[in-house]
């Protein structure tokens, strides 16, 4: 046996009775297609349902199975303390999973649980199990995480290799909402990614394209607010290699939040669906064309902090480097991304060296290295890391920040001695005001307390 269906459903607290009051009816779509898909898992008998959810424990770099014999939870939090559920564990397929992600060196097991009581994630599609007595089934509930695509996948294509082996009958629950940003009156406002993301996700859920899941362009998510796309690449991990029927059976947004229904169900192997293979090798492909055609500023980034990581020395310079690196000085920025997210930022505004050659050879050791939000770049990240840098020009005072462009100018606010900075035409910062805000929470400087402003352009090379 094996992953028998899966279901991609969202977890809206308001969608039950007994918190919606009368509101659920907004989403009577959605909650028809509840019903329609498990009424169609019952049919298929499942012995073990797995769960996985933005709403469990979720650390950046771990995922956590929940342990032991079993949870409860109820909708306390959601006024509703009265609707309560209960999950017996399967403790087997918990201790199967675990082991073999450690043989497989993928960062999952049960350790690190902070609280143990069962999620809404979780809770809202148990209680639309019960419906169908399906609640005898025992549960493996798994958090998300901060990794990349690929290792959500690897989970998924673990949890299949598991369900064979033990002889389970498994249903899987992509627990997640899409965007949380469609409307300016929803509780989230708008961004014009919101219904962007909703239509590419239930595209290629409806049709079965999991490669475009994979690949959702990251700041595109990010910036639809989404909470349910690591649960689907899970899901799709889970039917690697396996040809599929998909269904969209719904699609609505009224509360400003994406609620989409999907049915999955195997229908035999498929060799050609090896998604996750697909994955590595068109990351490798862009990343080795992204380097081919980095420019001098970055190649020299690049090879500093690659020297720093593999010798532990600074390196020096290279012969032959464009006249402006070696006889002009300014500030410059190194930022580093991993997987379409940021990995480290580290720069300077004034010039500190006699070059701007030194400046980003050793920027680049700082952005990698000292960036505190994030532990030292170890040699196997080396080779996944993309580079951007931004030469800075002269800051100069403005009197307002009707002076300032989010696109054009970066912001410098300066209180007594506390400074923040912000670069210009960063993804997610849209408004002068965002811009402004952000600087002041880099710099510790308190809303309420008068500061300078400063702007200044970039020279950006990626």
Known sequence: MSI???????????????????????????IDAYRTVME???????????????????????FHISPGKGAR??????????????????????????????????????????????DHGTLIPLRFLQEHQLLDCKVVRIGLSGLPARDHYALGRHIAEVAEELGRRVLLIASGDLSHKLKEDGPYGFAKEGPEFDKLAMRALGTGDFL????????????????????????????????????????EGPFGVGYGVVWIQPMGE??????????????????????????????????????????????????GLPEELMKSQAGAFVSLKKDGQLRGCIGT????????????????????????????VQPEELSDLVYSV????????????????????????QCGGRRGLL??????????????SIARKKGNIRPDEKVQLWRFEVVRHH
């Not at 028998?4 to 959605?30: C, F, S, Y």
Request: aromatic share 6%.
């Open 4 to 30: 028998v269906a899966a279901v991609v459903v969202p977890h809206p607290p308001i969608i039950l009775p007994e918190v919606g009051h009368g509101e659920e009816r907004k989403i009577q779509k959605t």
């Open 40 to 62: 169609r898992a019952a049919v298929l008998q499942p012995d073990t349902v797995v769960v996985t959810s933005p709403h469990s424990v979720m650390y950046a770099d771990y």
């Open 73 to 118: 939870g109820d909708f306390s939090q959601f006024r509703a303390p009265e609707v309560e559920l209960r999950a017996e564990y399967d403790e087997e397929f918990v201790r199967a999973l675990s082991s073999h992600c450690r043989s497989a060196f993928l960062a999952a097991g049960t350790a690190g649980e902070r609280n143990p009581a069962l």
């Open 212 to 251: 475009s899941l994979l690949e959702m362009d990251a700041e595109l998510a990010e910036g639809a607010a989404e909470c349910g796309l690591r649960s689907f690449w899970i899901m799709a991990g889970a039917m690697d290699r396996k040809n599929v029927k998909t269904e969209a059976v719904s699609y």
């Open 270 to 319: 498929d060799s050609s669906r090896d998604f996750g293979e697909q994955l590595e090798e068109r990351h490798q492909r862009r990343m080795a064309e992204r380097k081919a055609n980095e420019d001098a500023v970055v190649r020299l980034a690049r090879m500093s902090l690659e020297t720093f990581v593999r010798t532990k020395s600074y390196a020096k310079l290279p012969d």
């Open 349 to 376: 505004t004034q010039p500190t060296q006699d070059s701007l050659a030194e400046e980003i050879l050793y920027n680049a050791v700082s952005a990698g290295m000292r960036d505190p939000r994030f532990s030292p």
């Open 390 to 413: 931004d030469v800075l020009g002269k800051p100069e005072p403005v009197d307002s920040p009707e002076d300032l462009d989010v696109r054009r100018y970066g912001v410098i606010v």
């Open 423 to 436: 670069l210009p035409d960063l993804s997610g910062v849209d408004t002068v005001e965002q811009q402004i």
